[in-house]
């Protein structure tokens, strides 16, 4: 992880997994879904990937992140884990 990963890492996993971003998300990308893998299933980012990817290629409308009650940056993430293969 780099510096700016660690440093944001708390904010990551602030995620309550209470699903109103997925509720809001005009493309239905189940932005929650890239979130909680990256909160639980960190070893394993590449198995989420594809879905990540979906997730950062959005509309961009922020819906994701503007209704999310513990702020949590949801396209960041996305962007951490879908460049997993990488890592």
Not at 13 to 38: R, S
Not at 54 to 78: H, N
């Amino acid at each position: 992880l780099s510096t700016q990963e660690r440093e944001a890492l708390p904010a990551w996993h602030a995620c309550t997994a209470c699903g109103l971003c997925d509720l809001v998300c005009p493309d239905h990308k189940a932005p929650m879904l890239v979130v909680a893998a990256m909160q639980r299933d960190l070893p394993r980012h590449a198995d989420y990937a594809a879905h990540a990817l979906s997730v950062t290629q959005c509309g961009a409308c922020d819906a994701c992140e503007s209704i999310c009650p513990v702020g949590v940056p949801v396209r960041r993430v996305a962007q951490f884990v879908a460049g997993a293969e990488e890592r």
